[in-house]
């Protein structure tokens, strides 16, 4: 199975653009495979926020962007909140793969 | 807007078999399109995919679980079910299950049941 690399930890002040990176290798990110990024708040479940590497589900505030170049990917995350503080995971996965490998999370701090 | 929801014994002894059951409402489970699936979370780490059943085109797991696990649809009751052998403290951890689209992302989460395996 690939492994999908997150930062532990990122942090930034209201009002501020943070970026989480997911990093993967030639063999997932770079063969093409999307990717999806996931927010989960203290003590509930996860939340899609971004899929197939930059698209928005109804009801996610543009705040949030997602692109992806090479073996890497990366959430934007614009103009930051106090509620926006959560873990963020990066999940690697398309209609051609079977096995869904999620990154390892990072834990967001809005200062 | 369709809802998950798991349920299931919150402890489990070491040993014996892990059973969870999510019920399906607002859509059906019998779509051959969607990716029925379970996902769990170990107590302060990360989301680990456990695996998934398509209505029509089978199983597919998690090959660190593959040789304890089992996971099956049951179209009369719109619900599908996971069952885990031979648990181990290691198996504690959060349960969720999701629908996957034919895409492989999760658009809809349960809650998400505690699992404790336990004597």
């Known amino acids: 199975q690939s492994v999908l690399t997150q930062p532990p930890s990122v942090s930034g002040a209201p009002g501020q653009t943070v970026t989480i990176s997911c990093t993967g290798s030639s063999s997932d990110i770079g063969a093409g495979s999307d990717i999806h990024w996931y927010q989960q708040l203290p003590g509930t479940a996860p939340r899609l926020l971004i899929y197939a590497n930059s698209n928005r589900p109804s009801g996610v505030p543009d705040r949030f962007s997602g692109s992806k170049s090479g073996s890497s990917a990366s959430l934007a995350i614009a103009g930051l909140q106090p509620e926006d503080e959560a873990d963020y995971y990066c999940?690697?996965?398309?209609?051609?793969?079977?096995?869904?490998?999620f990154g390892g999370g990072t834990k967001l701090t809005v200062l | 807007q369709v809802q998950l929801q798991e349920s299931g014994p919150g402890l489990v002894k070491p040993s014996q078999t892990l059973s969870l059951t999510c019920g399906v409402s607002?859509?059906?489970?019998?779509?051959?399109?969607?990716?029925w699936s379970w996902v769990r979370q170990h107590p302060g780490k990360g989301l680990e995919w456990i695996g998934y059943?398509?209505?029509?085109?089978?199983?597919y797991y998690n090959p660190s679980l593959k040789s304890r696990l089992s996971i099956s649809v049951d179209t009369s009751k719109n619900q599908f079910s996971l069952k885990l052998i031979s648990v181990t403290a290691a198996d504690t951890a959060v349960y969720y299950c999701?629908?996957?689209?034919?895409?492989?992302?999760?658009?809809?989460w349960g809650q998400g049941t505690v699992v404790t395996v336990s004597s």
């Open positions: 999940q690697s996965g398309d209609s051609s793969l079977n096995d869904v490998v």
């Open positions: 607002g859509g059906s489970i019998n779509s051959g399109a969607f990716r």
């Open positions: 059943v398509y209505y029509t085109r089978g199983t």
């Open positions: 999701a629908r996957g689209l034919p895409d492989n992302w999760f658009d809809s």
